[in-house]
């Protein structure tokens, strides 16, 4: 299947559709054990797919001794709903150091400032968040894991980093013989991640990466990486870089993240607006902690 490729001995990395653009990728390890990292998205497109690529490596959910996840977001717990019968293994996933936020609890304090167009728009994506966190926090987890704990993959071992920022709940494998890094959604080319939960954890999780001797990165999106300190730098940059331009915009005067939104979007009014404003938001959740803008009656300001 074009789907399925070998890239190492025994480790098989499988693309998956998703509802939004772009695959995810889960890795199939079969060693004396059988080891799934992730689960896919449970849309039926995306969990028909995995169970095709399963066959062709000839696994069924039967096989699987087990399943770990990188972290809770739909798109790597797919299995885990839609064929939580048939799965009979081990489940491996993070200690969540706190609840994630649903989208209303991020953006509450940013909420007026938001025209009423968005209000249905951000209502409804509200009520997915919820569903979604609802299904995420109903696993059927077996064995939460920490930094540092060693999982067997059967004539090999993965070590547990807890690589926190995208998630609370992240964690990546590391394959210290081989130098390998599952990374989940931690490190992607031209990174960062669209999501972030926590910027400085997050920055946090990429200078703790610096130190690992890596040698690939397998992520869940995007492709196989070879000098995992290039992508680090890469997201690096790209978060300073978006410091920058907030600074230079509030150089004017006092604006409100959808103001700063509406120039990060060339003024456009779509629906790219709302990515803005939940990025912007956290980035300015970052500057105030750092005391580089303080809050006003339109929004922020420099200090």
Not at 11 to 33: E, T, W
Not at 94 to 113: C, D, H, M
Not at 233 to 259: A, M
């Amino acid at each position: 299947m074009k789907n399925v490729k070998e890239v190492k001995s025994g480790i098989y990395r499988i693309s998956l559709p998703q509802p939004v653009s772009g695959d995810v990728f889960v890795y199939l390890i079969k060693n004396d054990k059988v080891t799934l990292i992730d689960a896919g998205h449970p849309s039926s497109d995306s969990q028909a797919c995995l169970v095709d690529a399963l066959k062709e490596l000839g696994v069924g959910w039967g096989d699987i001794d087990q399943l770990i996840v990188t972290h809770r977001d739909m798109d790597h717990i797919g299995a885990l709903l839609s064929h939580a019968d048939e799965l009979d293994c081990k489940v491996f996933a993070g200690y969540p150091s706190k609840k994630e936020p649903k989208l209303y609890e991020q953006l509450e304090g940013i909420r007026p400032q938001l025209p009423d167009q968005f209000t249905e728009e951000l209502l409804t994506k509200v009520t997915m968040d919820e569903i979604d966190f609802a299904h995420a926090e109903h696993l059927p987890i077996t064995d939460l894991v920490k930094q540092g704990d060693v999982i067997d993959i059967g004539g090999g071992r993965v070590e547990v980093l807890e690589t926190p920022g995208h998630s609370y709940d992240h964690i990546s494998l590391y394959e210290p013989d081989s130098k390998l890094l599952f990374g989940g959604d931690v490190l992607i080319e031209n990174g960062p991640p669209t999501k972030i939960i926590d910027l400085q954890q997050y920055l946090l999780t990429l200078d703790a990466l610096k130190q690992k001797d890596v040698t690939e990165v397998f992520p869940s999106h995007g492709p196989v990486m070879y000098h995992h300190h290039d992508a680090i730098e890469q997201s690096i940059t790209t978060i300073i870089d978006i410091d920058q331009k907030i600074i230079t915009c509030l150089k004017d005067g006092s604006k409100s993240c959808y103001d700063l939104a509406l120039q990060f979007n060339n003024g456009k009014v779509d629906e790219h607006l709302l990515f803005y404003i939940q990025l912007i938001s956290n980035h300015l959740n970052r500057l105030k902690d750092k005391d580089i803008i303080i809050e006003t009656d339109k929004g922020v300001s420099l200090q």
